[in-house]
């Protein structure tokens, strides 16, 4: 098997990338970010 040889990245360009994920993923990440907000959320509430 041949090695995979990276250089360095000329530029910090942001790309854009699509990846489809099943809906069980879907739906566990979007409740997993919900979860996050929320922390969040609570975390800013209770600086102030």
Known sequence: ?????LSTIDDDKPVKITH???AS???DLFSYADYRNSQLS???LSEE
């Not at 098997?1 to 040889?5: A, V």
């Open 1 to 5: 098997m041949t090695k995979l040889k």
């Open 20 to 22: 489809e994920v099943p």
């Open 25 to 27: 993923v879907y739906r």
């Open 42 to 44: 609570q975390s800013h």
